[in-house]
């Protein structure tokens, strides 16, 4: 496990963490279609919180594309480095998130993130901000639509409706098992969103989540467990503090 402190000049107030979304939303590219599903490797990453002990704790679990077996997982353990606010939350999650991803032994392929992409208020979450300072291909599958309307989808495995905020389309309400609940899509940086609902498929064979989000949440989960039995799992000369948020890989 690898642990992390808050980056050097990483944003403290509100106002300086939505000047860096400004700063940042222009690099997303949009105009690449990304992997295609089945083939590489594909990595889920995803935290999980104690507030109380002002931890976070991050997961990267790298699938084979075709089989989904894993073959890498990493995690890294931090402070929590923003407060909670809503639409920027990916200033709470990725200087562990990216010392996980920094960890592994491989290239993580194709990033999936529990979260948003396009879907998203100021149109940078987690997804894009995480595919803009790493240089890799991302996308968001969320469990909730946050503040977006949709069209109810067919009622069949892979039917979907468009996200929208107004007349935009900011990703797509995916159904991934038949009758239930839909994931929402959005595209993170450097894949399209067709590509990514096709992604998303090949990673639901079975559950309604993909692989890559269930994986890294039993993980990241156990890696918090493991890190709050700790005395002071952030002590001592193992904290490795993550470089500025502005450096891209």
């Not at 997303?28 to 104690?50: F, I, K, N, R, S």
Request: net charge negative.
């Amino acid at each position: 496990m690898t642990t992390v402190g808050v980056p050097e000049g990483w944003p403290a107030t509100e106002e300086e963490a939505r000047a860096v979304q400004d700063d940042l939303r222009g690099r997303v590219v949009l105009d690449e279609p990304g992997p295609p599903p089945g083939t590489g490797t594909v990595t889920g990453v995803d935290v999980a919180y104690d507030d109380d002990l002002d931890l976070v704790a991050a997961a990267a679990v790298v699938l084979d594309a075709a089989t989904l077996e894993v073959v890498a997982e990493t995690t890294a353990v931090g402070r929590i480095s923003f407060p909670y606010v809503p639409g920027l939350l990916a200033f709470r999650e990725i200087p562990t998130v990216r010392a996980a991803l920094d960890a592994l032994d491989r290239p993580p392929g194709l990033v999936v993130c529990d979260g948003y992409g396009l879907a998203h208020p100021r149109r940078f979450g987690l997804a894009s901000h995480l595919g803009v300072l790493t240089g890799l291909p991302t996308m968001g599958v969320a469990k909730n639509p946050f503040t977006f309307t949709h069209a109810d989808p067919g009622a069949a495995r892979g039917s979907s409706a468009a996200l929208l905020a107004g007349s935009e389309e900011v990703g797509r309400a995916l159904r991934t098992r038949d009758g239930v609940k839909p994931v929402y899509v959005s595209v993170g940086h450097r894949v399209s969103l067709d590509n990514a609902l096709a992604h998303t498929l090949a990673l639901t064979p079975a559950y309604r989540l993909p692989e890559t989000t269930r994986r890294a949440d039993a993980l990241c989960r156990r890696a918090l467990k493991e890190a709050t039995g700790a005395r002071n799992p952030l002590a001592g000369p193992a904290a490795d503090p993550v470089r500025g948020w502005g450096r891209a890989l």
